[in-house]
């Protein structure tokens, strides 16, 4: 009979997400993901790729969500299960919930980080039996942080869910790493970008791959949506919340993207208009 998870991990609880919380991306995580050429999709069988914003991403069409996740390993079955993540992470809460559907499914879980593993992916990454990670990629940790716009009692509330959503994380990095709380802490509280050497050397992960950065990208990859992406950095690291983002951006491409669920509308969009756009925030 198969066993569970090789490693033993905690069981993160649900968190119920204060009404005046709104997530947000680390902007740092966001300008290097940004950066990096669209991967294809793996389309092996047993295979799940993470090549989105976890939660909603509109640019997308929907991003990576528990429920993908939830039906991707019912379609897979009591396999070992390989799972490629490139992404800056997003929802918090989304993120736990992932995570606990990795830990408790019941055969190997490989994970291979493509690009970056940051936030909320960057936990996700903990579920690995074997996390494996290629040549100049990154995993980055930070204190949980978002918007919160309400009177004094919603501000208490998302400090009270903040604490506790930071002490799960140091839960599953403790259990994975074996490294002390009050370092884990520290390199919450520095938002610490890890190489995979680096990674490895402090129990992030289990080794370094020789598989490259953009060795997954694909010519077919849409360009409009690595453009929206760069966009969406820019603005990030110019200090524009994310719902002002969407709104910035739909307001400037023509596009909708904050339907539920999120859908593109991309036909009339030129990607040599947004690249121009690109540069000419950046001179």
């Known amino acids: 009979m198969m066993a569970m998870s090789l490693r033993k991990l905690p069981e993160i609880q649900a968190f119920q997400q204060p009404s005046a919380y709104q997530w947000d991306v680390p902007s740092d995580a966001l300008a290097r993901w940004a950066d990096i050429p669209v991967a294809a999709v793996d389309d092996a069988i047993n295979t799940i790729t993470i090549y989105d914003m976890i939660g909603e991403d509109p640019w997308s069409g929907g991003g990576f969500t528990a429920r993908r996740m939830s039906a991707a ?51 996700i990454a903990m579920a690995g039996d074997e996390i494996r990670m290629g040549l100049g990629t990154f995993l980055m940790i930070h204190n949980a942080w978002g918007v919160v716009i309400g009177n004094r009692n919603d501000l208490a509330a998302a400090v009270e869910t903040l604490e506790q959503i930071d002490g799960a994380q140091i839960d599953i990095y403790e259990s994975r790493t074996g490294l002390k709380r009050a370092d884990i802490e520290k390199y919450m509280d520095a938002e610490t970008m890890f190489s995979a050497k680096d990674a490895v050397a402090k129990g992030f992960a289990d080794t370094v791959s020789e598989k490259t950065i953009g060795d997954d990208a694909t010519a077919s990859a849409r360009p409009e949506i690595h453009a929206k992406r760069r966009l969406d950095a820019i603005l990030a690291q110019s200090g524009v919340p994310r719902v002002e983002r969407r709104k910035m951006l739909k307001d400037a491409t023509g596009t909708m993207h904050d339907a539920a669920p999120a859908v593109t509308h991309d036909a009339d969009l030129d990607p040599a208009a947004l690249q121009r756009l690109i540069a000419t925030m950046r001179s």
């Open 73 to 123: 390993l019912r379609s897979i079955g009591a396999k070992d299960v390989t799972v490629k993540i490139n992404s800056p992470g997003g929802n918090v809460f989304e993120g736990f919930a992932i995570f606990n559907e990795l830990r408790q499914h019941k055969a190997k879980v490989t994970v291979e980080v493509m690009g970056i593993a940051a936030s909320a992916a960057s936990y």
